[in-house]
């Protein structure tokens, strides 16, 4: 799958967000290893604390289907209702997920504006001293 066409899965997801106080919306598109792609979209709640992330909706979408191994992701964020005008880069609870199912040097993370605008990141260097599972085994 091209990097295309993983940015126009998560600008259809974008189109899914339930943002009614941020206004904020955000799609992902997760690929994985096999080819596979799981959408997310942000979801607001009025208490704040329960809203979730595009990115973390689209790995529990894969992880509760089984998928544990990951190639990229793209992101696609700004006001609901208009294209991107900026880069949305994922927050650090959706990159300690993100650490805890991918590696760090190879896993790509894609910030898009469009399909032609985009920046390819490893999430080494959105998260250079991550905590994952490698710090809780000797």
Known sequence: MSERELIREALRMREKS????????????????????YGGCNIENAAYTPTNCAERTAFFKAVSEGE??????????????????????????????????????SFQVILAKSEDEYKVYTLRELFPFGFGPENLME
């Open 18 to 37: 339930y943002v009614p106080y941020s206004g904020f919306a955000v799609g992902a598109g997760l690929l994985t290893k096999d080819g596979k792609v």
């Open 68 to 105: 544990r191994e990951f190639s990229a992701i793209a992101i696609a964020g700004g006001r609901a209702g208009e294209a991107p005008s900026d880069y949305c880069a994922p927050c650090g609870v959706c990159r300690q997920v993100m650490a805890e199912f991918c590696d760090a040097d």
